[in-house]
């Protein structure tokens, strides 16, 4: 095994996905003006929730479905809290990303019979492309991807489209910067920001759906690890811009990527260590972040009708 | 611009802060407002109990999910926690750990900080005891604080980037602190692996056995109960004594309260900012310390199961004050002493101790509505709402 070959694109593409939808996830809501720190727990959920359906319908597309309406509805759910409630957004993210942590450790043993891990389920089959075969590396690279990791190249572009060139995401955008001179012009900031949270945790659950459907095939104990996390710090990182934010999410991927090859490659860096290195390479890039500007000017602020 | 308070020519930092003489500014955070809404004890009282109540009752139908019922559930609870001696010293056991990290968790709310942290710093104090508890030989006594005081610096270093990041880069430290906890996990992980730096020859992922030189000494017979019981109380008068009775700790509330505000009395909100977490950083380590001098004698790689974590609601439920957080924590302590019972009594597994936690955290959060909708209906539906105020945009304050 090499260190840099196709199955290390491919991981990399596996690695990054999760963040992908998430740090996705993330830039709807808070461009909408919704902080949202609860991704980590709608990916903890759509993980779990995703693997509970799949062990019983035997179908990962149902599991996918059930997963991600989950997500939905812990979307709606800070809505709720930060919208309408408008109790503080950090806190009220953090019980969910308590809750997600504690309810689906705790379900596990009920549901499956033994603590801490479920047991296989069906994957997500991966698409095979006609032809494919014939290209080479690219083909091996293509036979490899999943409908998943397709959805996920064509969530950056539509989220691009959408964001910048359709009045929709003019709205959404006008919302995050400023609620007032939005509602003046007659966007229903209630609405928008509503529907904006409820398809961060969407996308935020599909990151999970990834982990567990699209990889393991099976959920473990609290598997999303921080990703929720390091999604948000892709997305601050990218400065709440879409291309940026892909990228940054890539960068993150690639560093996980790295750390298992270095682990199988036996780079003489112990392995404990090397598990550090994404969250090391997410408080890196914070670090260099500059710049409060970039975040969007309303962020955090509940609005109230004036 | 809100007014904060009308301070005299703002020299605050000259005399010691009292609240009679100098008011605090207007909530405009999260930290503000909870500790407006918790202003009185009687106030204190009612949060408390409404949260409490709110978080019993949603939990609930959890026992019935795990196959019990919510009445055999409790009982097993409470009989796990306060049915004997032994079991009272339990809970008390469980209860200092969570009211150290309880209190480093409330005195970075009062500065506006949510210190997400608290578990990787009491990991990295509960490592640093440990080494400094197995490698350094000293009398007993000095061996005992150069642990307790290494434990306390490794927690406030560990703290230091996401203060340093917060305060320079204005990156949130609700993100940073967790990278920093998984980090600790990795270094914890590294350190007591098979043949690694610290790991024990005798015991898998954990330290050796701390010299008898540095051990917490038990204090109650037939229990656990140990002597980082009064560390803990002397923790909690000197959190309290900071924070209420210091010029420190009057800016620390003012900062927490309205960040803005600080450059009003004449003082950079900023450099509060890394102080706050680096006392709310050292009272986690100090959490670990305890943790691993007094219960056991060694560091064990997973020897906290989350305390950092249910800290939060600790904090929240004890309204971010020393007192309410004693209070909380001993109830938490109630629910972790219990759990052991309530899994093998009740088959209930003991994560729903996290979950009890997520939903006080949750109602805790609600808090201040409770307040807007009674103001609302004394007032009458006529008074426009204004609804809480969050942050202003800090370039508010350069127009002076």
């Not at chain 1, 389920?121 to 095979?128: D, G």
């Not at chain 1, 489209?161 to 939005?182: K, N, Q």
């Not at chain 1, 659950?205 to 990889?215: K, R």
């Not at chain 2, 409330?106 to 080494?131: M, R, S």
Request: aromatic share 8%.
């Amino acid at each position: 095994m090499r260190l840099w070959s196709v199955g290390f694109l491919l991981s990399t593409v596996n690695l990054s996905m999760p963040l992908v939808f998430a740090a996705f996830g993330g830039l709807f809501s808070e461009r909408s003006g919704v902080i949202n720190i609860a991704l980590e727990g709608m990916m903890l959920f759509g993980a779990f929730v995703g693997v509970a359906v799949d062990f019983w319908t035997g179908s990962p597309w149902l599991g996918l479905l059930a997963g991600v309406a989950v997500g939905g509805v812990l979307g709606a759910l800070h809505g709720l809290f930060s919208i309408t409630v408008r109790a503080d957004q950090i806190v009220s993210a953090t019980a969910i990303n308590l809750l997600a942590l504690g309810l689906t450790s705790a379900l596990i043993a009920p549901i499956w019979g033994a603590p801490g891990v479920s047991p296989s389920v069906e994957l997500i089959p991966p698409v095979h492309i006609p032809g494919a075969d014939h290209l080479g590396a690219v083909g091996r690279f293509l036979q490899g991807l999943t409908p998943l990791d397709y959805a996920g190249f064509a969530l950056v572009v539509v989220t691009f489209y959408v964001l910048y060139r359709r009045p929709s995401g003019l709205r959404l955008r006008a919302c995050g910067e400023s609620p007032d001179a939005a509602a003046s012009s007659g966007v229903n900031v209630i609405r928008t920001r509503y529907v904006a949270v409820i398809v961060s945790g969407c996308l935020a659950a599909l990151g999970g759906v990834y982990l567990s459907l699209g990889e393991v095939g099976l959920f473990q104990r609290g598997m999303t690890q921080g990703r929720g996390f390091i999604a948000l710090a892709a997305m601050i990182f990218g400065k709440w811009r879409p291309i940026p934010v892909f990228l940054a999410c890539v960068m993150l991927g690639a560093a996980d990527a790295f750390q298992f090859r270095a682990q199988a490659l036996g780079v003489p860096i112990p392995n404990e260590l090397l598990l550090a290195l994404p969250y090391i390479v997410a408080l890196i890039a914070l670090a260099t972040f500059v710049g409060r500007a970039s975040a969007p000017a309303a962020i955090g602020r509940p609005y109230v009708k004036g | 611009m809100k007014t904060p308070a009308a301070t005299p020519n703002g020299d605050a930092s000259a005399r010691p802060a009292d609240e009679e003489e100098f008011e605090l500014p207007e909530p405009t955070t999260m930290a503000g407002r909870i500790a407006e809404a918790a202003r009185g004890p009687a106030r204190k009282v009612r949060n408390f109990a409404l949260v409490l109540l709110a978080a019993m009752i949603a939990s609930a139908p959890l026992f019935y999910l795990a196959g019990s019922t919510a009445a055999e559930g409790y009982k097993a609870l409470f009989q796990g926690s306060l049915g004997s001696q032994y079991s009272v010293g339990e809970t008390l056991v469980e209860a200092i750990p969570l009211f150290l990290s309880g209190l480093a968790v409330a005195l970075a709310f009062q500065g506006g900080l949510f210190n997400i942290g608290v578990e990787g710093q009491l990991l990295v104090g509960g490592l640093v005891a440990g080494a400094l508890g197995t490698k350094l030989n000293q009398p007993a006594g000095v061996h005992l604080v150069i642990c307790i005081a290494g434990a306390m610096v490794a927690g406030a270093l560990w703290a230091l980037i996401p203060a340093l990041l917060k305060a320079r880069r204005g990156v949130h430290e609700v993100i940073t602190t967790i990278m920093m906890n998984y980090i600790a996990f990795a270094l914890s992980r590294f350190l007591v692996k098979p043949d690694g730096l610290l790991v024990s020859q005798t015991q898998p992922s954990a330290t050796e056995l701390v010299k008898p030189t540095a051990e917490l000494p038990v204090i109650l017979g037939g229990t656990r109960l140990h002597a980082g019981l009064y560390i803990a109380i002397l923790a909690g008068i000197a959190t309290w004594y900071l924070l209420f009775r210091t010029p420190l700790g009057f800016r620390i509330r003012v900062v927490g309260r309205n960040p803005v505000a600080g450059t009003f009395h004449g003082f950079s909100s900023s450099r509060i900012i890394v102080q706050t977490m680096l006392i709310s950083g050292a009272l986690g380590g100090l959490a670990g310390a305890v943790e691993v001098l007094g219960v056991f004698h060694r560091y064990y790689d997973a020897f906290s199961p989350g305390y950092g974590f249910d800290a939060i609601a600790v904090a929240l439920l004890g309204s971010l004050n020393p007192v309410g957080v004693a209070v909380s924590a001993l109830f938490f302590g109630i629910l972790r002493a219990g759990s052991v019972a309530l899994q093998a009594v009740a088959g209930v597994s003991r994560d729903m101790i996290s979950v009890f936690s997520a939903l006080v955290v949750a109602f805790a959060a609600a808090v201040p509505l409770v307040d807007r909708l009674l103001a609302r209906r004394k007032r009458g539906p006529a008074v426009v709402d204004e609804g809480p105020r969050v942050d202003e945009p800090l370039e508010d304050a350069s127009v002076e």
